[in-house]
């Protein structure tokens, strides 16, 4: 393989990050949590996705949209009926996201059994394209427009939107923003909601690249956590940073090392933890 | 206090005289897995409960140590030396880990945990020269201390209950000592011990060696109870477990880490005996554990019966008896 299509999977599995990342940032700049579940909602969008497109031969994108609908609700409703039972005590939150994402998984292979589902291309998406006489697969460069496309409309949300104002209210300054009138606890709801969807998405998105497995949850949140680490908590911008780096490191990491790709991996976050333990684009706690 | 003693009197002579009346092969080999395990709970219980500091990566460390034990006896290196290598190499990987781990204290430190944890179990399943990923790495034999061979599943639960006695001892005296009550004010007052000249990171840090020390002694015993580990025993389900052991049990006691461990472990295996879903079990557990029962169980039962008893001692007094602290959860 050579150096430019290495680059193409980094950036492509790069944009896949982000779409996970970003809202697990957002979820854990909000709320203070890191969000456990994470990789199991990827995971649980991959699964519903491939039912829809493997079993019922519904329209890839649309599937895509689906399953991200459906993971929110699932998300909406881990954070009204069990998060919001333990408000202000954010270890009890973490263990119990932890104690769903195992039931999550089991579930998972009751239902979908051990056996990986691949998930074919969306029609049209097929092949490689010739970008300056490299060829390069089209699905990826697809995956690469949808995170650019996201990161925009997410920046906008953040940005330009009375919503994105409360919810920066809420990340820089939990008390005061309640003080001020901004229902905070509305607004755990909707971002865990939103990130939960924009894994789920990234899980259908991300089917034909990786393919649908149980195991994806553990390989998936780990990945997100460095790219958080990396690129600071609540930083839409550090974790789009973040993922690329990570994106590169894994898949060179593989390509090169493969014996040792998951230390490549988490060496630039030990490098980071060392000398900027907010992380690069985060700002220093308290 | 002379009627916990009497309860620890009892206990000594059950457990040491268990192999005698509880008949049977499974019954013996899950105690020993009982008390071997209890041993890396109170080494997770040093951080958790002492120190507030909730480790996500502990089962990296229990296995790193039974890695390096068996990787060495695979090297046809002696018993003995086998055994200090691996707890060698365990407190180096300690120092690492804790090192940058304690960069952060509360969801920080949970955070960089699990990452590190991720990255020994990503070792131990892609390190194929060294490790035989997912194949595991398998022990020739188990050592004869003094002579006396541990084949038999008797001894072995004789060996491991000594091991365990020395691990209660060691943590019941770090808990009185100066050492234990400074680490558990970094836990509460960070600020005030920095102020009183106390250097908190140093003595995170010793917490963490002592911590990690003890889950590589249970990562010994373990790999010489299965002849055998392989890159599951380094999951995040692995080190999910025993944050249940010492949760479930209740944090910062003694006694807690070693019910919950038996707790866990009585419940895998009767649960996987008759369904093949024990991490949906375990993860029901662990969110009603948290929910409903925060303390865990040995606080929950301590706090019950101290108010039973100065309901009781109030009747009696007429309100005249003390107030009995609550313990800190």
């Not at chain 2, 006694?255 to 461990?261: E, H, K, Q, R, T």
Request: glycine share 10%; hydrophobic share 55%; proline share 5%.
């Amino acid at each position: 393989m050579n150096f430019w299509l290495l680059m193409a999977y980094s950036v492509s599995l790069g944009g896949l990050l982000f779409l996970l990342s970003s809202g697990f940032s957002l979820i854990f700049g909000l709320m203070r949590i890191p969000n456990l579940t994470h990789g199991s909602l990827f995971m649980l969008g991959a699964y519903i996705g491939a039912t829809f497109i493997v079993w019922n031969r519904t329209n890839f994108w649309f599937a895509a949209i689906l399953s991200a609908i459906i993971v929110a609700g699932i998300g909406a409703v881990i954070e009204r009926f069990l998060l919001r039972f333990l408000a202000g005590k954010e270890l009890a939150q973490v263990l119990v996201t932890l104690g769903i994402s195992f039931m999550v998984s089991d579930l998972c292979l009751m239902i979908w059994t051990g056996d990986p589902i691949s998930v074919n291309n969306p029609p049209g998406l097929d092949g490689a394209t010739q970008i300056l006489g490299f060829p390069f697969p089209t699905y990826r460069m697809a995956v690469i427009l949808i995170a650019v496309v996201i990161a925009a409309g997410l920046w906008l949300l953040l940005d330009r939107t009375r919503l994105g104002a409360m919810i920066r209210a809420g990340v820089d300054d939990p008390q005061m923003a309640r003080v001020v009138g901004i229902p905070v606890p509305w607004l755990f709801t909707i971002v865990f909601a939103l990130g939960a969807g924009l894994a789920g998405f990234a899980g259908t998105v991300g089917s034909p690249i990786l393919s649908v497995y149980n195991g994806l949850d553990q390989e998936m949140l780990p990945l997100a956590l460095v790219v958080v680490i990396l690129g600071g908590t609540g930083s839409l911008l550090g974790s789009l940073v973040g993922s690329f780096v990570v994106g590169v490191l894994y898949i060179f990491g593989q390509a090169k090392l493969p014996e040792l790709a998951y230390f490549v991996l988490f060496l630039p976050m030990v490098l980071i933890l060392a000398l900027r333990p907010q992380g690069l684009f985060g700002r220093p706690t308290q | 206090m002379s009627a916990s003693r009497i309860a620890a009197g009892i206990a000594l002579i059950v457990l040491a005289t268990l192999p005698l009346w509880l008949t049977g092969v499974y019954y013996i080999n899950v105690a020993s897995q009982i008390l071997f395990y209890a041993v890396f709970a109170l080494g997770l219980n040093v951080l958790v409960g002492h120190a507030g500091l909730v480790s996500l990566g502990h089962a990296g460390l229990f296995g790193l140590a039974s890695y390096a034990c068996a990787i060495a006896l695979q090297g046809h290196w002696d018993h003995s030396a086998a055994i200090v290598f691996a707890l060698a190499v365990t407190l180096v990987g300690t120092a690492v880990f804790a090192f940058l781990s304690l960069r952060a204290t509360g969801i920080g430190f949970i955070m960089i945990t699990l990452a590190i944890g991720q990255i020994l179990w990503g070792l131990a399943y892609r390190w194929i020269g060294l490790t035989n990923g997912d194949n595991g790495v398998s022990v020739p034999s188990r050592p004869s201390p003094f002579g006396i061979s541990l084949v038999s599943p008797t001894n072995f639960y004789y060996a491991t209950l000594v091991v365990f006695l020395l691990s209660v001892a060691a943590a019941a005296i770090f808990a009185q000592s100066p050492f234990g009550a400074s680490l558990r004010g970094t836990r509460d007052q960070p600020r005030r011990m920095t102020a009183l000249g106390y250097h908190v990171w140093m003595v995170r840090f010793y917490a963490c060696l002592f911590s990690g020390l003890m889950s590589g002694v249970a990562g010994i015993l373990f790999v010489y109870y299965n002849l055998f580990i392989s890159p599951q025993t380094l999951a995040l389900a692995a080190s999910a477990e025993v944050i249940l052991m010492v949760i479930s049990g209740g944090s910062g006691t003694l006694l807690g880490p070693i019910v919950g461990a038996a707790l866990v472990v009585i419940m895998k295996n009767v649960v996987s005996a008759y369904i093949v879903r024990w991490n949906l079990v375990l993860g029901a557990i662990f969110v009603a554990i948290v929910i409903l029962m925060p303390e865990g169980l040995v606080p929950g039962t301590v706090r019950l019966w101290r108010k039973y008893r100065t309901a009781t001692a109030v009747r009696d007094d007429a309100g005249l008896a003390p107030k009995v602290a609550e313990p800190k959860t």
